[in-house]
């Protein structure tokens, strides 16, 4: 304390004029604690802000980021008390789902599947649309219609390192780059590399094997359900095969697409994939895993229905 009022300019105590010298500590020491007290909110006032700063840019879906000219590092911030997932599948077809879908608070669609057409069987709306790398030229051959007329859906991307790689040398983010720039008000979103690491993992730790030693591709349909369960409380599924529906006698055979009727059935190419040795997806795997997260999540199917 005694260096404190030497430098605060404080003469220390003596007899001499005493009154006068207890007056002048006594303001002293008034001075210095308000100093301190000043300093002391400072601190605090400080912190907080920076908790506030930090609190405001980690709010949102870590691993979903904005892709954005002005290089804000903004996630995804959205939830959902009740999803309707709904799958590509030619078991769409005849469904009449989609009053039933349309009355859920979030709907989800895959890649650059069309609700124009087709509203009885799959609904007309579409809150969040995840789309492959692979996919994205065929909405920017239509990119007014998708991000400009449907503005109001969020679209998140995902694709491997090489096509998503934000360094000027990623193909596929390039081209999602200059969409966000031609069109601000769309809202567009990419699967982080470390997302994209957390999924391959998800996938090894199901299955006990490596994807990427296998060959095989995550395919949308697992990053739209690792989406579904990081933003929905409970997840109704539209038109979704289980694992073990292409091995019963008397299965249905539907189109891979409910709005591509000529191409290949679907069965058909779930084992294609399933036994491809480079490349391909492992639908029916994928399946499998999706039973499992079913008995722990409020997550059910329909059209066909599980049994779980």
């Known amino acids: 304390m005694s260096t404190l009022v030497r430098k605060s300019g404080c003469t220390p105590f003596s007899l001499q004029s005493w009154p006068t010298q207890i007056f002048r500590r006594w303001l002293c020491l008034l001075s210095l604690s308000l100093l301190l007290l000043f300093w002391f909110g400072l601190l605090i006032t400080t912190r907080d802000d920076a908790s506030s700063t930090a609190a405001a840019r980690?709010?949102?879906?870590?691993?979903?980021?904005?892709?954005?000219?002005?290089?804000?590092?903004?996630?995804?911030?959205?939830?959902?008390?009740?999803?309707?997932?709904?799958?590509?599948?030619?078991?769409?077809?005849?469904?009449?789902?989609?009053?039933?879908?349309?009355?859920?608070?979030?709907?989800?669609?895959?890649?650059?599947?069309?609700?124009?057409?087709?509203?009885?069987?799959?609904?007309?709306?579409?809150?969040?649309?995840?789309?492959?790398?692979?996919?994205?030229?065929?909405?920017?051959?239509?990119?007014?219609?998708?991000?400009?007329?449907?503005?109001?859906?969020?679209?998140?991307?995902?694709?491997?390192?090489?096509?998503?790689?934000?360094?000027?040398?990623?193909?596929?983010?390039?081209?999602?780059?200059?969409?966000?720039?031609?069109?601000?008000?769309?809202?567009?979103?990419?699967?982080?590399?470390?997302?994209?690491?957390y999924c391959d993992g998800v996938f090894q730790n199901e299955t006990g094997k490596n994807r990427m030693k296998t060959g095989a591709y995550l395919s949308t349909g697992f990053f739209t359900m690792i989406l579904a369960l990081d933003m929905c409380d409970s997840i109704s599924v539209y038109g979704m095969i289980d694992n073990n529906y292409c091995s019963r006698a008397n299965h249905s055979v539907v189109p891979y697409h409910y709005y591509e009727r000529n191409r290949v059935n679907e069965c058909r190419m779930y084992k294609f994939h399933e036994n491809a040795k480079h490349g391909g997806h492992r639908f029916i795997t994928e399946k499998a895993i999706y039973a499992k997260w079913a008995k722990h999540h409020k997550m059910h199917f329909k059209h066909p229905s599980w049994s779980i």
């Open 58 to 197: 980690s709010s949102g879906l870590r691993g979903y980021m904005r892709i954005s000219p002005a290089k804000r590092r903004l996630f995804l911030n959205i939830h959902c008390n009740q999803c309707a997932l709904v799958s590509s599948s030619g078991q769409m077809l005849g469904a009449d789902a989609g009053e039933e879908i349309d009355q859920k608070g979030c709907v989800i669609r895959m890649n650059n599947a069309p609700t124009s057409g087709y509203e009885k069987d799959v609904g007309s709306r579409t809150s969040v649309r995840v789309v492959s790398h692979t996919s994205v030229p065929l909405l920017v051959e239509n990119e007014q219609h998708y991000f400009h007329e449907l503005a109001g859906t969020t679209y998140v991307f995902w694709g491997p390192e090489r096509n998503m790689r934000q360094d000027g040398k990623g193909k596929i983010f390039n081209v999602l780059l200059k969409m966000a720039l031609k069109y601000p008000n769309a809202r567009l979103y990419a699967l982080t590399r470390d997302k994209v690491q």
